[in-house]
């Protein structure tokens, strides 16, 4: 028996939540079947019982079976790329996995019962819970090799309704721009990878230019050993530099398409 | 990007470059389109005894509440990098002025202070 035979909402409201918790006992053990907003479902929706831990479990099972490459890869290529840190990349990823377990109950289904649109749904959901992992992950390390602040960080792990850059095509990048770009992030100091990384991961566009949030601005200042002001200076280099080295293969790329 | 109203927030991120970074595999995807352009580039393929090996070591880090799974450690070539430029910018200290010394005295202490044992997180 599926759980998902009917569209499930957004968000059970609680007196679906109790039908639903009441139908996982009888529920059928072959997560195979099962798709991936029901296993989203099974695990955020499980109590204590034993009975619902053990099919929370499976449904976790079955959603690392069918996302751990994808994460895996995800991790490696984060983990290739930054210069100042060593990341695990396997544990990166494991523990992606054991958190999303830990907010399954956060997913909210926008797939509209489109199963592509739901793979790519929940890979998104993951790779906000990896974003946030390895924002973690580095405030730690500056709290552990420097200033013993200690700032909360606000727990955001929704995939946004909206494209954050409206621009945004889907159209893959040339590869000559691809080579070149990975050639050029090779010939960077770790350090000035790490701001490259840490601005375009975690900065958020302002008035006065793209910022970064105060727990990643002190964290990258500890880990490069620059000053807020040249790592600014720094980004603004970088970002420049990488975009004239880019612009001529993209501007070939479009005229030959034309 | 240029601004172009005086309320408009701006990025020095242009979208092509934002865009290329996810398929290198320098920016994490967050958004399901950025989760199509990445998996393109994607080459990592795990096999399924690697998976099942995966998920017995995420089923032990869920039942044992203390592993917090550390994935991340600061690299320690660039700790030992920092280290003797700070000792050069030490040995060199008479030229520099005070505020500069105080500085320096400042980034040696701290490059200096031990780790933890478990410096691993």
Redesign the interface.
Do not use: M, W
């Given at each position: 028996m599926s759980v998902t035979t009917l569209p499930i909402p957004h968000k059970p409201s609680v007196s679906q939540a109790v039908v639903i918790t009441l139908n996982m006992q009888s529920l059928s053990m072959d997560m195979g079947r099962e798709t991936d907003a029901g296993l989203m479902l099974l695990m955020g929706a499980a109590g204590p019982a034993p009975e619902e831990q053990q099919i929370a479990r499976s449904a976790l099972q079955e959603l690392h079976r069918r996302y751990y490459p994808y994460v895996l890869a995800i991790a490696e290529g984060y983990s290739e790329n930054f210069g100042t840190v060593e990341i695990d990349a396997k544990e990166f990823a494991t523990a992606t996995f054991k958190r999303a377990y830990e907010r399954a109950a956060s997913f909210e289904d926008k797939s509209k019962a489109n199963p592509e649109h739901a793979k790519l749904q929940v890979k998104a959901w993951l790779g906000v819970i990896a974003r946030n992992l390895s924002r973690d992950a580095l405030d730690k390390i500056r709290r552990r090799h420097g200033h013993l602040e200690v700032v909360p960080l606000q727990e955001t792990i929704d995939v946004p309704d909206d494209e954050p850059i409206p621009e945004m095509d889907t159209l893959s990048t040339p590869t000559a721009a691809i080579v070149a770009l990975r050639e050029a992030l090779d010939a960077l100091k770790p350090e000035d990878r790490d701001i490259l990384m840490t601005y375009a991961a975690f900065g958020i566009p302002t008035k006065s230019g793209r910022e970064l949030p105060k727990e990643a601005r002190d964290s990258l200042q500890e880990r490069t050993g620059y000053e807020r002001s040249n790592i600014r200076q720094k980004w603004l280099r970088l970002t420049r530099k990488l975009e004239a080295e880019l612009e001529p293969i993209l501007t070939t790329q479009r005229n030959s398409n034309k | 990007m240029t601004k172009k109203y005086?309320?408009?927030?701006?990025?020095?991120?242009?979208?092509?470059?934002?865009?290329?970074?996810i398929?290198?595999?320098?920016?994490?995807?967050?958004?399901?389109?950025?989760?199509?352009?990445?998996?393109?580039?994607?080459?990592?393929?795990?096999s399924p005894d690697q998976?099942e090996a995966?998920?017995q070591?995420?089923?032990l880090?869920?039942d044992d509440p203390t592993d917090d799974?550390?994935?991340?450690?600061?690299?320690?070539a660039?700790l030992t990098m920092?280290n003797e430029d700070l000792a050069m910018a030490a040995r060199n200290g008479m030229e520099l002025d005070e505020e500069t010394r105080a500085k320096i005295e400042e980034?040696v202490q701290?490059a200096l202070r031990k780790?933890?044992p478990d410096?691993e997180?």
């Open positions: - | 005086p309320h408009e927030d701006t990025d020095e991120l242009p979208p092509a470059l934002r865009k290329a970074l398929e290198c595999g320098a920016v994490i995807p967050t958004t399901p389109k950025e989760v199509l352009l990445a998996e393109r580039q994607q080459k990592t393929k795990a998976v995966a998920f070591k995420l089923e880090a869920l799974l550390s994935f991340a450690k600061i690299n320690d660039l920092q980034s701290r780790p933890p410096s997180l």
